[in-house]
Nanobody, 125 residues
Framework: QVQLVESGGGLVQPGGSLRLSCAAS????????ITWFRQAPGKEREGVSC??????SNAVSVKGRFTISRDNARYTVYLQMNSLKPEDTAVYYC????????????????????WGQGTQVTVSS
């Protein structure tokens, strides 16, 4: 069955870095766009970044600090997060979009067909 498993979260000081991984199984990663979302306590889930299949075109809401990448051979999508701030604290989810490309509505959660269980990222001194 389709599975998405996030890892790499944890506690980090402001200004630090983390790399999240999303391990995919049960489907051919090459054919899907993958989106990272996050949800902070008391807030709505928001799109963080999306990467399309084939051309790896991507969208990112946290410009200049977060970078998304994918390794289809390893069935993994990564989210490199640098210069982390306390407001980045949230549960981070990876999600499969049943499209090749992210598109203009890349952060539309209703367009997602599978979600991972999430990984907690806490930025605090």
């Amino acid at each position: 069955q389709v599975q998405l498993v996030e890892s790499g979260g944890g506690l980090v000081q402001p200004g630090g870095s983390l790399r999240l991984s999303c391990a995919a199984s049960g489907f051919t990663l090459d054919y899907y766009a993958i989106t990272w979302f996050r949800q902070a306590p008391g807030k709505e889930r928001e799109g963080v970044s999306c990467i399309s299949s084939y051309d790896n075109s991507n969208a990112v809401s946290v410009k200049g600090r977060f970078t998304i990448s994918r390794d289809n051979a390893r069935y993994t999508v990564y989210l490199q997060m640098n210069s982390l701030k306390p407001e980045d604290t949230a549960v981070y989810y990876c999600a499969r979009k049943p499209r090749l490309r992210c598109g203009l509505s890349w952060d539309d959660a209703t367009a997602i067909d599978y979600w991972g269980q999430g990984t907690q990222v806490t930025v605090s001194s």
